[in-house]
């Protein structure tokens, strides 16, 4: 994360160029600033961790891929009680964490996109724009089980959880813009203007 933030910087100060004509929309460059963090984290997070699973192997591929909806979800939620010597907490902790992870970390795409391209506003684009990048992970995790010989599991819930997230931070970033127009919050109509 760190090569790709001083990277954008490096690239950004080459590139911009203010002048007195046009000055700087610094909100606008903080925004894409935060994108392009956001995005450095979105594949450090689900491309770049240390492998934790079984070796990938042929035998094993069912293991690796759940094209099913919802499977992996009930799945868990039926061994609440059962798993882990019966620690309910601590499976119900573990069900959290996946698919809560899983959503907010895509609530940040469905907010910023609309913030940064004044061309896609409307929530059929930002769901397509999250199952086109979801589906691309879920695509690269299977790609590294098959290189890199570690089981990382494809899973259809992933993508819904994702898609989900993307579509709450796009509702989030709606919300927040007709708050704006609303009460006239002068700094919030800049959200719309970038």
């Known amino acids: 994360m760190i090569a790709g933030v001083i990277s954008y910087l490096l690239i950004w100060g080459l590139m911009t ?4 004509q046009k000055p700087m929309n610094w909100f606008s460059e903080l925004t894409k600033f935060l994108f392009v963090l956001y995005c450095l984290l979105v594949v450090s997070v689900t491309l770049f961790p ?3 699973g079984f070796p990938f192997t042929f035998e094993n591929l069912s293991a690796f891929i759940n094209l099913i909806p919802l499977v992996s979800i009930w799945k868990q939620i039926s061994l609440i009680g059962t798993a882990y ?3 309910v907490l601590f499976m119900i902790g573990l069900i959290i964490r996946n698919v809560g992870g899983n959503i907010l970390l895509f609530v940040p795409l469905g907010f910023l996109i609309p913030i940064i391209w004044k061309n896609v506003r ?8 999250g199952i086109g990048i979801s589906v691309t992970i879920e ?7 098959f290189v890199g010989g570690w089981g990382r599991v494809t899973d259809i819930d992933d993508v819904i959880c994702n898609v989900f997230g993307s579509v709450l931070g796009y509702l989030l970033y709606d919300l927040l813009l007709l708050f704006s127009k ?3 919050v002068r700094i919030l109509h800049r959200i ?3």
């Open 85 to 87: 010597d019966g620690d």
């Open 17 to 20: 160029k203010p002048s007195k």
């Open 192 to 194: 719309y203007k970038v």
């Open 122 to 129: 409307y929530l059929k684009q930002i769901f397509f724009i």
């Open 50 to 52: 240390l492998p934790i």
């Open 182 to 184: 609303k009460y006239q």
């Open 139 to 145: 695509l690269l995790q299977l790609l590294e089980s």
